[in-house]
């Protein structure tokens, strides 16, 4: 059975009491897991399993998936001016979903020539083929979200700049008021300002990291350390100014707290709401809900009559400081937002929708490539052909894949 859900929260309780089906499909909207908390809270079904595509979006049915490649360049752009040629070896981030052309997952693929990224042969193809989306995904949070200019860096991309010069109407309206207005010239982030990663051993956190640091920001990461702490210590191109256990959210905002004197303006998170909404209280904020509900989850000891939070800050203050951004991936928390925090989705679409923004982003890529500035993340296991990706995600979904990617070669 199909099911389309236009308005999960509105649904009468009877009306999904009587649903008794397996839902299969139309899935990729965050409403979803909504629903699938609220059938099983119910226990009135008799069955849920969750969407084919593991909460990617499918926009349509039938569908190509593979949302990143490396491919051999067998058609390339007439166009004078382009840097594809026949014959190179090109990094697709298969960013336009909507496209099925553009899709990974099939024997012959397409890509606008801006969208594409020519891999240096010191690179295997199999470690280039999982960097475009997270190199995508950690520019755009960077540069647009929190507005780091990376033009002294290998001539890099000032994206805010470059968004904020092109006509209005050509940025997707959807978008367009992340890119104008998001976040204000004095708020940009700058050499020496900390950015908190909650999730920092996901991919791409991995390359976030290492652009955050060529721009000289001061990297704080969370993770699981019993199970990734050594790694990303060892490593020296992702290794965090300071690496913080995920285990207690509440100590780890409180040593975040600590560590910065309070002063963290930049978060970027990489799981979801939840620890989103963790990764919020680590940030500097003058207002008092940014504060924990209870000190005392925060403190390592109990809170005295002389230890009570500082008071919030007059409007005044409040107004003149720069505020402090937060960027999910995955979602942003919903409520109890400080005025003085700003929360940001990643504007993805400005990758394959505004051409000035895509040539940019992947003419840098390869110079960052080429001179060994940026490491793509590890490959973790490798499946053999179409008919192998059905097996390699479920061992995704048994959690086999930690620290990098699995890749399928096609041959
Ligand atoms: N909004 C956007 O434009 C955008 C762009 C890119 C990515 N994303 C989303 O951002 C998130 C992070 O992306 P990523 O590529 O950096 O992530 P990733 O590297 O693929 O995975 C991140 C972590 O998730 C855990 N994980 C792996 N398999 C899992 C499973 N089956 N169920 C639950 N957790 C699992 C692993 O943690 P352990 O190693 O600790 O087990 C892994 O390190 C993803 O949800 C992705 O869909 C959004």
Redesign the pocket.
């Known amino acids: 059975m199909h099911l389309r859900i236009s308005e999960p929260s509105s649904m009468a309780a009877d009306d999904v009491r009587a649903m008794r089906f397996t839902i299969t499909a139309n899935s990729g909207d965050e409403r979803w897991s909504d629903v699938l908390n609220y059938l099983r809270a119910t226990q009135d079904i008799a069955q849920v399993s969750l969407p084919p595509d593991?909460?990617?979006g499918i926009p349509s049915l039938p569908y190509i998936s593979g949302r990143e490649l490396v491919g051999t360049v067998v058609q390339a752009p007439t166009a004078s001016n382009t840097r594809i040629r026949n014959g190179d070896v090109v990094i697709v981030p298969s960013?336009d979903y909507r496209d099925l052309r553009k899709a990974a997952f099939q024997e012959y693929s397409i890509a606008s020539s801006f969208n594409a990224i020519r891999l240096p042969h010191s690179i295997p193809q199999a470690q280039g083929a999982i960097l475009g989306?997270?190199f995508?995904?950690a520019i755009?949070a960077l540069g647009i979200n929190m507005g780091v200019d990376f033009s002294s860096i290998e001539n890099g991309p000032d994206l805010l700049a470059i968004v904020r010069s092109i006509d209005p109407s050509r940025l997707p309206a959807d978008i367009r008021n992340e890119c104008l207005d998001g976040i204000t010239t004095e708020e940009r982030a700058k050499q020496g300002d900390f950015l908190v990663v909650w999730?920092g051993?996901?991919?791409?956190?991995?390359t976030l990291k290492q652009l955050a640091r060529l721009a000289g920001l001061r990297i704080i990461s969370v993770?699981?350390t019993a199970?990734?702490g050594l790694r990303l210590s060892s490593a020296e191109p992702v290794r965090p100014d300071l690496l913080v256990d995920a285990h207690d959210p509440a100590r780890a905002v409180a040593i975040i707290r600590a560590a910065t004197k309070n002063t963290a303006r930049f978060g970027f998170d990489?799981?979801?709401k939840d620890t989103a909404a963790h990764l919020l209280r680590a940030l500097a904020s003058k207002t008092l809900d940014a504060l924990p509900e209870d000190e005392s989850t925060f403190a390592s000891t109990k809170p005295t009559a002389e230890r009570l939070p500082t008071p919030p800050s007059t409007p005044h203050e409040i107004s003149t400081s720069p505020r402090s951004h937060l960027v999910?991936?995955?979602g942003v928390p919903k409520t109890n937002i400080p005025e003085d925090v700003a929360l940001h989705?990643?504007p993805?679409k400005l990758f394959h929708e505004i051409p000035e923004v895509g040539e940019a982003l992947c003419a840098w890529c390869e110079r960052l490539l080429a001179k060994g500035l940026l490491l793509p993340?590890e490959v973790v296991g490798t499946v053999e052909g179409l008919e192998g990706i059905n097996g390699g995600l479920e061992r995704?979904?048994?959690?086999e894949?930690?620290?990098?990617?699995l890749v399928a070669v096609l041959r």
Do not use: E, W, Y
């Open positions: 593991f909460n990617f960013t989306v997270s995508v995904s755009l999730g051993s996901s991919t791409c956190a991995h993770v699981d199970k990734h990489t799981q979801g999910g991936l995955t989705n990643v993805i993340p995704m979904r048994r959690r894949v930690s620290g990098g990617r």
